[in-house]
């Protein structure tokens, strides 16, 4: 399991830093920390090495941290890009098309 943790995290790590990809390496960053875990306690009970679980571990929690960091950085762009949007104040068809279709389906 700790070999398995090590190597999710490596791939969770690579795809966090692509921006995009980030959202898609969340469930295998949480899957191998939880996996990494696992194999840490299950390795002290047993007295054994446990140095691929811990670098599962925090190879793991790496990628979720760059993945959360991306996420903020798009959310706060998407806010600045909104309020720009709107300090023009000159109506677009394509955001009033927009409104129009959610105050729609807000009214059904």
Known sequence: MGLAAMIIGIVAVVLGFI??????ALVPA???LILGIVDV????KAQQPK???MAGIVLNAVAL???LLWT????A???VAIDAIEDFNVPSPL???AIDVNERSIDE
Request: aromatic residues 4%.
């Open 30 to 32: 949480i899957i191998g």
């Open 19 to 24: 921006p995009v990809c980030g959202m898609i």
């Open 65 to 67: 941290i760059v993945i």
């Open 72 to 75: 903020l950085v798009f959310a």
């Open 95 to 97: 955001i009033e098309r």
């Open 77 to 79: 762009g998407g806010a």
């Open 41 to 44: 306690k299950q390795k002290s």
């Open 51 to 53: 140095g691929k679980g």
